[in-house]
């Protein structure tokens, strides 16, 4: 009822709005618009800005007066102060920023009026007016209401799995070939990502969401097929508590382990192991430039015993790609160095596979500075592991640069071992290697000594690949990550607590033997 | 001081009471009832205000006709309903699109006919009987309606399946409901005329029907004999037009005299391979 009565509040302070300060406002409007909105969004408003061919989902076409995050019931026209919070607050997981920082209220609030003088029939359209949702307070998120809520997701009633998956992830049956209104690709949201949640992943945000759908996506309202909104909170409450968010760590600890180290991503030794959930963006240093990267998020977690190590890679792909048709893909032509999304799911582009790969400097004799983060340099090369899902295979490569070909190492030298899995639209991977390598080609893992490491990811449906062109120039269509440090925490060897106590004693002993002597002499 | 305390206090209790009247009012409605309010609901006349009809039935004629199909028709495209055992277990064949179907006779079906223009300024009474849109077999029934602005539009799944009902019209404000439940219904209203809105499912990409509005009653779908009827028009100068997903639009000039009874007939060609 506050939200609403707020809403209510600001729809009425901006309709009410008349006279010499409603025109500097939207002076003020056309001018913040024509600054910062119409590169993307466009003169018109129509969503088709200079850089728009670039960016997927696409800017906002603003004249038709449909917005993706409403308060209002479906079918109706989004509250004033909707425009106002996507402008504030930017959408995850889009080039949309959030302004809050950048403009004042003032002018948020003037350039959120004047996106409806791109549409100004709609929007003074009675008929379809706003009608805010009563979202409330949230019920309190206990296992009870979470356990409904799953059995909403899942089960008849609601059937979100159909879309959202099993798991969440965004790889239901109909998840392939979804398109929004404008005839643009778009994927049902991974619910697990909760740093790509366009509205929110709170309670509140979900619950409005699923009651006013997303408007111009397939998300539809599920206000008709969930009257009671105990079911909708239930179900806010379930998706809430998928959401999980990246880690803000730069050192993944790799724990020590009794025994052979674990050989699949299942096994329960992996609890023991913490778990960084690092960032990738799209590898846009070197052309072709690729900034609409699928993977954008990689688990990490790292084993090891005297021997050897292994690391758990566990990350999200919609579609399970195992083949490759080695082609290089076909780059638009022009002067741009960015590269269009690619159109629709596998169909207009070659086959690809889906790979991953850590990066670790090749070796970290040499000083503190590591190798240049985009596969090092002449100077300073980069050791590969990669697991490429078309045939399952591991290979140790080394690459002296980005545009430099990678190249494999010996065979006497490939010791990479892998085992992947793959379910509910998550790839779970195992690597592991001795940690001293036999080939002396590689660094070694040795205990308590940070050591960097990297990850690249492709995914084959969203059009990704690394290939070398005709001229012998390395390309690569992926998402990378930043270097990370992985460090082996120095396990305690019983031993350490033995010498502690002689220690103990020793200096225990003399003190007595000191004291006693000094007594003496006097 | 003393004044603006007393102003700023009394402004604050107007704006609790705002608040509060805003809050109440919308907080009475159960929410299964404001589930029933769609777009444009206040479009449809209220109760006890159904206009009268224009139409004077001493002198109202009659446009009938048969739209025709020659030639080689293109085949319908066939749908993998795999995914769906429910929906697939309701063909003895495959299910194929109903984009192109022609009858025996060489009549074709799913042609929307209606007047486009010569009704001048005439209201016409919106009928408060539904108009019913089904989705069974993983298909919309029927494939193409008509239905007057402000009537309602009454969706129901008979599917044991999920189904979500995202009409994308360019004059009238897009819906999008979700019907996860066999039997379940939701009544929509459309404010604007526009012919057709393309409805269709995101779940089953293959399901696809087609709405026209219209703001009299003017409009027909041929079926399986391929004929319409446009009765109790009033005498005038009329453009007749034909409208098929595939085939596109003709139209046609019909002057209707008082209590006459017109033929418009229309054919469309396919390939003559």
Redesign the interface.
């Known amino acids: 009822?506050?939200l609403?009565?707020t809403l209510?509040?600001a729809g009425g302070a901006g309709s009410a709005q008349a006279g010499p300060a409603a025109q500097a406002d939207e002076a003020l409007g056309e001018r913040i618009y024509a600054e910062r909105c119409a590169f993307c969004h466009g003169d018109q408003g129509d969503g088709n800005g200079p850089v728009a061919d670039y960016l997927a989902p696409r800017p906002r076409d603003f004249t038709g007066a449909?917005f993706k995050l409403s308060s209002s019931?479906?079918?109706?026209?989004p509250a004033e102060a909707d425009l106002i919070g996507t402008v504030a607050e930017g959408i995850p997981g889009t080039a949309m920023p959030a302004w809050k920082d950048i403009l004042t209220e003032e002018e948020i609030r003037a350039v959120a009026a004047y996106l409806k003088s791109f549409d100004a029939e709609?929007w003074a359209?009675?008929?379809?007016a706003a009608?805010?949702i009563?979202v409330g307070q949230p019920p309190r998120a206990d296992e009870a209401l979470i356990a409904r809520g799953r059995e909403l997701f899942a089960g008849?009633?609601?059937?979100c799995i159909?879309?959202h998956g099993q798991a969440g992830r965004g790889d239901g049956?109909?998840a392939a070939?979804?398109t929004d209104?404008w005839d643009q690709p778009l994927y049902p949201a991974n619910l697990t990502k909760g740093w790509r949640y366009k509205g929110g992943s709170d309670m509140q945000a979900i619950y409005t969401r699923l009651t006013s759908?997303v408007?111009?996506?397939?998300?539809?309202?599920?206000?008709?097929?969930l009257?009671?909104?105990a079911d909708r909170w239930a179900l806010a409450a379930y998706v809430s508590s998928l959401a999980r968010q990246l880690s803000d760590e730069a050192v993944l600890e790799a724990a020590a382990h009794d025994g052979p180290l674990p050989t699949t991503a299942d096994d329960p030794a992996w609890a023991a192991a913490p778990q960084l959930l690092l960032p990738l963006s799209g590898q846009v240093v070197f052309p072709p430039r690729w900034q609409n990267p699928a993977i954008d998020a990689v688990g990490v977690q790292a084993l090891y015993n005297e021997e050897d190590v292994a690391f758990r890679l566990v990350w999200d792909d919609r579609f399970h790609d195992t083949e490759d048709s080695g082609a290089a893909p076909a780059l638009p032509a022009g002067t741009s160095t960015y590269v269009a999304p690619v159109a629709e799911h596998m169909t207009d582009h070659p086959a690809y596979s889906d790979k991953i790969e850590l990066q670790f400097p090749a070796q970290l004799e040499g000083g503190v500075e590591r190798p240049y983060f985009v596969y090092g340099s002449a100077a300073k090369p980069v050791s590969l592991w990669r697991w490429d899902s078309a045939g399952e295979e591991a290979r140790e490569l080394t690459q002296a640069g980005a545009q430099a070909a990678a190249a494999a190492q010996p065979e006497a030298g490939q010791q990479l071992a892998a085992a992947a899995t793959y379910q509910d639209g998550q790839y779970q991977l195992v690597f592991s290697r001795p940690r001293r390598p036999a080939d002396g080609q590689d660094i070694a893992f040795e205990a308590g000594v940070p050591i960097p490491f990297a990850i690249h990811a492709w995914d084959g449906s969203n059009g990704e690949t690394s290939w070398v062109d005709e001229a012998g120039t390395a390309r690569h269509l992926m998402a990378m990550s930043a270097w990370y440090h992985v460090v082996l925490k120095p396990e305690t060897p019983a031993t350490v607590f033995l010498w502690t106590l002689v220690a103990i004693v020793a200096v225990a002993g003399g003190e007595w033997w000191l004291a006693r002597r000094l007594r003496r002499r006097a | 001081m003393m004044r603006t305390a007393t102003l700023g206090l009394t402004l604050l209790l107007l704006l609790g009471l705002a608040a509060c009247g805003g809050g109440t009012e919308s907080g009475t409605t159960p929410a299964g009832e404001a589930a029933e309010s769609g777009a444009g609901e206040e479009a449809a006349p209220p109760a006890g205000e159904v206009a009268e009809s224009p139409v004077d039935p001493a002198t109202a004629g009659t446009v009938s006709g048969k739209v025709s199909f020659s030639g080689t028709p293109p085949e319908n495209e066939p749908i993998d309903m795999s995914g769906e055992p429910d929906c697939a277990a309701q063909y003895a064949d495959s299910p194929a699109q109903e984009t192109v179907l022609v009858n025996s006779d060489g009549t074709l079906q799913n042609a929307f006919v209606y007047v486009k223009s010569g009704l001048g300024d005439l209201t016409f009474p919106v009928p408060s009987e539904p108009v019913v849109l089904d989705q069974s077999g993983c298909r919309y029934h029927p494939h193409v309606l008509g239905i007057q602005v402000g009537q309602p539009l009454e969706i129901v799944n008979s599917d044991p399946v999920l189904h979500n009902i995202h009409p994308q019209p360019t004059e009238n404000r897009a819906f999008n409901v979700s019907q996860p439940t066999q039997g379940m219904k939701s009544t929509k209203t459309f404010t604007k005329p526009e012919v057709m809105i393309p409805v269709g499912c995101d779940v089953h990409d293959w399901m696809s029907a087609h709405i026209g509005v219209l703001e009299h009653p003017y409009f027909a779908v041929t079926g399986e004999d391929g004929s319409f009827s446009l009765p109790n028009l009033p005498p005038g100068d009329y453009t007749l037009v034909v409208w098929h997903e595939q085939f596109g639009e003709q139209e046609e000039q019909v002057t209707v005299g008082p209590s006459e009874t017109k033929t418009a007939d229309f054919s469309y060609a396919g390939s003559t391979g």
């Open positions: 009822v506050l609403g009565a209510w509040l449909v019931a479906n079918g109706t026209l709609d359209d009675e008929s379809i009608q805010p009563q008849q009633e609601a059937q159909k879309c049956e109909s070939g979804m209104d759908g408007a111009g996506s397939p998300m539809p309202s599920y206000q008709d097929a009257p009671d909104d």
